[in-house]
């Protein structure tokens, strides 16, 4: 996949610079871009249905050993799947959510993780039983509208040296996993058809980087249609600039929705001036 760095090219901006940094969308990355990607491996489009990307712009400290501001900038990726006979309520509810709550953050609270279970049991085995649920439960978060997760964080019982940093990984939701009718390939933690064709694959179980899930584009775009579902992205970004009292924050709240045939969907953005980060 393609590396975003928005700090690369960063100089050490003046006080002033940075506070007009936090006031723009300025390097937010088209969260398009980290949706729909093609791993260099193997010339395959894919889609996202999780990821946590950060970068952080180096420490500086002045004479007296004090935190000069410095920047911070953050996003993460969720999916769910919704029928798509209710998309048109979800989309009229992320906006009124929005324009209620100031903060743009309408995705389910819950977050499914499973610990410490040796992957070629997963999902069949007694342990993962408390995360093979069905649709959540719509009264759990502010949409009210059924949906299913995607995904779920993984804590590996043995933890390979490319997952240390956040000792985890992403693998498919059981429920995708059960109605897609995929099986462990039996290597890392990709997961595969009937035909041993691989359908998703976390890169950061084998090679360093941001914990990502990747689903091969053509084969959800058919289980989509054929089971009249929507892939529904939930994107929350934001960008810090931390200083020795607090901060200032930024973000970028965006939905997307997949039903196939065409990923489209909508962004906002908002300051929030003097909170701590």
């Given at each position: 996949?393609?590396?975003f760095?928005?700090?690369?090219?960063?100089?050490?901006?003046?006080?002033?610079?940075?506070?007009e940094w936090?006031?723009?969308?300025?390097?937010?990355?088209?969260?398009?871009?980290?949706?729909?990607?093609?791993?260099?491996?193997?010339?395959?489009?894919?889609?996202?249905?999780?990821?946590?990307?950060?970068?952080?712009?180096?420490?500086?400290?002045d004479?007296?050993?004090?935190?000069?501001?410095?920047?911070?900038?953050?996003?993460?990726?969720?999916?769910?799947?919704?029928?798509?006979?209710?998309?048109?309520k979800a989309?009229?509810?992320i906006?009124?959510?929005?324009?209620?709550?100031?903060n743009?953050?309408w995705?389910p609270?819950?977050?499914?993780?499973?610990?410490?279970?040796?992957?070629?049991?997963?999902?069949?085995?007694?342990?993962?039983?408390?995360v093979?649920?069905?649709?959540?439960?719509?009264?759990?978060?502010?949409l009210?509208?059924?949906?299913?997760?995607?995904?779920?964080?993984?804590?590996?019982?043995?933890?390979?040296?490319?997952?240390?940093?956040?000792?985890?990984?992403?693998?498919?939701?059981p429920?995708?996993?059960?109605?897609?009718?995929?099986?462990?390939?039996?290597?890392?933690?990709?997961?595969?058809d009937?035909?041993?064709?691989v359908?998703?694959?976390s890169?950061?179980?084998?090679?360093?980087?941001?914990?990502?899930?990747?689903?091969?584009?053509?084969?959800?775009?058919?289980?989509?249609?054929?089971?009249?579902?929507?892939?529904?992205?939930?994107?929350?970004?934001?960008?810090?600039?931390?200083?020795?009292?607090?901060?200032?924050?930024?973000?970028?709240?965006?939905?997307?929705?997949?039903d196939?045939?065409?990923?489209?969907?909508?962004?906002?953005?908002?300051?929030s001036?003097?909170?701590?980060a």
């Amino acid at each position: 996949m393609s590396r975003f760095d928005p700090f690369s090219f960063f100089s050490f901006f003046s006080l002033q610079e940075t506070i007009e940094w936090i006031n723009t969308q300025t390097d937010f990355p088209n969260p398009l871009d980290l949706i729909k990607v093609t791993r260099p491996s193997s010339e395959r489009t894919h889609l996202v249905l999780r990821g946590y990307y950060s970068w952080k712009e180096q420490e500086r400290f002045d004479d007296n050993g004090s935190n000069l501001p410095h920047r911070r900038l953050g996003i993460s990726i969720d999916s769910y799947l919704i029928r798509k006979d209710e998309l048109d309520k979800a989309i009229k509810k992320i906006k009124a959510i929005w324009q209620e709550k100031g903060n743009g953050y309408w995705m389910p609270h819950y977050d499914p993780e499973w610990r410490y279970v040796f992957i070629g049991e997963f999902p069949w085995a007694e342990s993962c039983n408390n995360v093979n649920v069905d649709w959540l439960n719509e009264e759990n978060y502010d949409l009210k509208l059924p949906l299913i997760h995607t995904s779920l964080r993984c804590r590996p019982v043995f933890e390979r040296e490319s997952i240390k940093d956040s000792g985890a990984v992403i693998v498919p939701d059981p429920w995708l996993i059960k109605n897609m009718g995929l099986d462990w390939s039996g290597n890392n933690f990709d997961f595969v058809d009937k035909n041993k064709e691989v359908i998703t694959t976390s890169p950061n179980s084998d090679e360093s980087g941001a914990e990502t899930l990747l689903i091969a584009k053509e084969k959800i775009s058919t289980f989509l249609e054929a089971n009249d579902l929507v892939l529904l992205w939930g994107v929350w970004a934001d960008k810090v600039m931390i200083h020795e009292y607090g901060g200032t924050q930024a973000w970028l709240s965006s939905y997307y929705r997949y039903d196939g045939k065409e990923i489209i969907g909508d962004s906002i953005f908002k300051l929030s001036k003097n909170e701590y980060a």
